[in-house]
DNA sequence: CGATATACCTTGACATATGAGGTATATCGT
DNA sequence: ACGATATACCTCATATGTCAAGGTATATCG
């Protein structure tokens, strides 16, 4: 089973905040690491990743500019602004909450 | 903080299908339960549990019948049947395989 | 006897993920 | 040399779920 799209909703700008967080990089590149990380059990698909990054952009929390060497010069990458990293930790405690409660309230089916 | 609309989304049916697991209940009955039992984190918009009953009542997961004692006759119970006890199972999966997705893409920062 | 809680419902608006489509270069095997 | 595949970007229309706003009615409590 893969994560389907309406729980992958609202989690988006989080990975991709998180992935820059660590570095400027690339769209492909995100997608790729994030597909590594999660083994294959989250991927984007292109149409969201790109409209994601269009929707961080507009808000200010990531900034784009082309890459300058040779075979990256189609490359558009991507920086993480100061406000990016606020939202990126208002997302992570966001998330300890949601699965804190969502613990709450399915798990317990397991002790049965 | 809590849980926005876009997190919440995709958990609704899994969060009241895992209430009526435990016993038939009404609506207004399973929202003040999820609020109790989440110290008041989370908590549907009217709307949003009653056009839930109606999707999950359609995709045969809930059947649904008036209360026949008299205060209680107003409320319109529900049931989960053995499809939406299975989907309950599906659903406790992807929760816990997006616990383990999310942790690994997210909880780096806390880290550092 | 007025305010509040209980209890149900519908409709339209909104945001996001995605399918489907498009463009172009680089790389690799044969 | 060249076809297939990977890399790398983008747009548009659509589907779906949450919610704001609105409505109705009974029960309870001060």
Redesign the interface.
């Given at each position: 089973?893969?994560?389907?799209?309406?729980?992958l909703?609202?989690?988006t700008d989080?990975?991709i905040l998180?992935?820059l967080?660590?570095g400027d990089t690339y769209g492909y590149a995100i997608n790729k690491a994030?597909q590594q990380?999660?083994g294959g059990?989250?991927g984007f698909k292109e149409a969201t990743l790109y409209t994601a990054f269009k929707r961080l952009e507009q808000n200010g929390l990531i900034t784009a500019y082309w890459g300058e060497d040779g075979p990256g010069a189609r490359r558009r990458y991507y920086a993480v602004t100061e406000a990016g990293r606020a939202q990126?930790?208002?997302?992570?405690?966001?998330?300890n909450?949601?699965?804190?409660?969502?613990?709450?309230?399915?798990?317990?089916?397991?002790e049965q």
């Open positions: 089973m893969s994560i389907s799209p309406d729980i909703r609202g989690h989080a990975i998180a992935q967080a660590e994030v990380r999660t059990a989250l990126l930790t208002a997302d992570i405690q966001e998330w909450e949601t699965r804190a409660v969502l613990d709450a309230l399915l798990t317990y089916k397991e």
